[in-house]
């Protein structure tokens, strides 16, 4: 049976048992260390938290990661039988994920299959971010669908328009979802380094936010959000759209 919902410092287990919980993630917390320089991450949070747990013989296993910026669910197993069998659920296919996204403008499709393989950019040509991915047909394959939810204007942005988009990736290649979105002509709110210029996020880098990247970017962070993970035929979790996003989305008229 699970346990009670309970908050930590930085986000919500939104369900827990002896063998896994499930953490709805802020925006702007890491999953994972990226530098030995004591910056909070989900992980040693976790580990905090479940220090009982890890002392008698417990883990933290993170089965899904997202990258610092996006917000939403991730699974985790505290037990090593229960990585394993997640980790089996993801070999085998059955581990189903599903997000929330903002994009610019209005799409002439309501639902849309985006199959293109992804490899690093500086493997091919010249890039200023050693990490940014683009398509290439030497790349692995990455396969995402898109179905529209809303397409809207906001009073605040001078009629431009966006959309709220689903993305179920059939893959879990890295940035997958917001190179196949630049890719067609929409990317994601809030974007740097795929968004209108990769400069951006050079700027971000050594400015940190400032008014002017607010102009072009309109978002602090990317507008992606992890709203569905499911393990088929057994359990599936839901999170609403993060706060910030739910508020760039009231700001708007559908259509």
């Known amino acids: 049976m699970s346990k009670s919902v309970r908050v930590s410092r930085d986000f919500a287990i939104i369900d ?55 917000s939403g669910l991730v699974l985790v197993a505290k037990t090593s039988a229960a990585a394993r069998r997640f980790g089996l659920a993801m070999q085998e296919q059955r581990l189903k994920k599903q997000y929330l996204a903002i994009v610019f403008g209005w799409p002439d499709w309501d639902e849309r299959t985006v199959d293109a393989p992804l490899d690093r950019q500086g493997k091919h040509q010249s890039s200023a971010i050693w990490l940014k991915q683009m398509i290439h047909p030497a790349g692995a394959q990455a396969q995402t669908e898109f179905r529209v939810e809303r397409r809207f204007t906001r009073s605040t942005s001078a009629g431009e328009q966006f959309a709220l988009l689903r993305a179920i990736p059939r893959t879990g290649r890295t940035h997958q979802i917001r190179v196949h979105l630049a890719s067609i002509g929409h990317p994601v709110v809030g974007d740097k380094i795929y968004g209108p210029n990769e400069r951006l996020y050079l700027q971000f880098i050594e400015t940190g936010w400032t008014a002017e990247l607010e102009r072009q970017l309109l978002l602090p962070r990317h507008a992606l959000h992890s709203t569905k993970l499911a393990i088929e035929g057994e359990k599936e979790w839901t999170s609403p759209l993060y706060v910030d996003l739910a508020g760039f989305l009231n700001c708007s008229g559908d259509l």
């Open 16 to 70: 827990e048992t002896d063998d896994y919980l499930v953490v709805d993630k802020p925006p702007f917390l890491l999953v994972h260390p990226t530098k030995p320089d004591g910056q909070p991450t989900l992980w040693k949070e976790l580990r905090d938290l479940l220090a009982f747990e890890i002392a008698n013989g417990g883990q933290v296993s993170l089965v899904n990661r997202l990258d610092r910026e996006t």
